[in-house]
């Protein structure tokens, strides 16, 4: 390579690379629910302690790739609405959310210019969930392997068991304060696309309660018919056309790792 294509070069990756590194982010926090337990966007009640750590590749330029866990705690419950009909369905559910994901973050500002600044993310995640209840013995009571809503049953083809491990289109934004030249602290909520509407374990209408206690028991009927009066097969359960949804926000702390790379 001649002196004059080596300056081209030289001067090209310093314009556009500059400032590489690799960056470790913790965040403690609260996730939400939004679903057929809620009647509002993630309400007070549904939250529950999260957390998460990602590992994060500071292109030098506008963008940020980054890697990370994220765990949290939801919950959902029917006495704390104030509707009547939907107070006496009287269903409720919790559920811990183990997920993983990779995301991209898009800086508004410049921050070779700027100190703080805000930012948006979209990416792509993978989540394992299990809602439980509690039985009328307080004994905890796993819901998915009771087909409440007769996902799985032969009498109800169309309804298919859902899985515990699903994508979801992790989405959000957030802002960001250099403390340090390593040292970054900044606030974000992050939204979950889910492609289920079984998060809570509702979503449809009833089945016939003889056709579950067959298939799956007594717990099944106990857990699946809790309203007052008894609800009757083609009761309105859930909101088949509306998906579930969590999200997860927090202050996160990000830690330089190594020297910055001018380049």
Known sequence: MGVKSFLIVFLFATTC???Q???LEIMPGAAGYQGDLTQQRIPFKSIGPAGAINLKYNTGDMIIFRGGFAWGQIKGDDR???QSDIHSRNLN???DLWEVNLCAEVLVLDPESYDAYPYLFLGAGMYKFNPYTYDNSNKKTYLQPLST???GLPEYPNRKKYSLTQFCIPFGGGFKVKMTEKIA???EIGVRF???DYLDDVSDTYIDPAI???EKGPKAVEVGFRSMPLAKEGDQRGNPKANDMYAFSGVKVTFGLGHKKDR
Do not use: I, P, V, Y
Request: aromatic content about 16%; glycine content about 4%; proline content about 0%.
């Open 80 to 82: 704390d609405n104030r």
């Open 17 to 19: 690379c500059h400032a």
């Open 194 to 196: 889910l492609f289920t």
């Open 21 to 23: 590194q690799w960056e």
């Open 185 to 187: 602290l900044s606030f």
């Open 93 to 95: 559910f919790k559920t």
């Open 149 to 151: 809503e007769g996902q």
């Open 212 to 214: 579950l206690l067959s």
